[in-house]
């Protein structure tokens, strides 16, 4: 177990139980998105409902965030310590169609959104396609 697991749970106010500590540690090993189902097969024998309840909570707090990039499979990453998930904390997702991995570009902001008058923003989900630095090589 990493250091520091029971920490960032409990910064998100989430109870750090053993399952959440470990759906944690997949999420933070990964150094891109990743599904339930990865999730699952890297967790070996688990409770489907119960790793999607722990993704859930961890996304109600905040803790992660969901991406949908069209390959089907919603992913999960998770958020940096002070991200809120408001328009200037959410970022460009990478879909290589090579490996077929999905990248947090954090360092891309979504661009700035005029929307018309009475709109209001919630959530967005930019996605680019390409291939990544590793399948390039
Ligand atoms: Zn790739
Ligand atoms: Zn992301």
Known sequence: MKEGTEEKLKQRNIKPTAMRMLVYDVL??????VSLVEIERELGDVDRSTVFRTLRTFQDNLLIHSVDDGSGAVKYALCDDDCTC??????IHFLCTVCGQTYCLKELPIPDLNLPEGFTFES?????????????R
Not at 124 to 136: E, L, P, S
Request: glycine residues 8%.
């Open 28 to 33: 933070n090993k990964n150094k891109k998105a």
């Open 86 to 91: 408001a328009i200037d904390d959410q970022h």
């Open 124 to 136: 967005a989900n930019f996605v680019v396609k390409g291939v990544c630095a590793g399948c390039r």
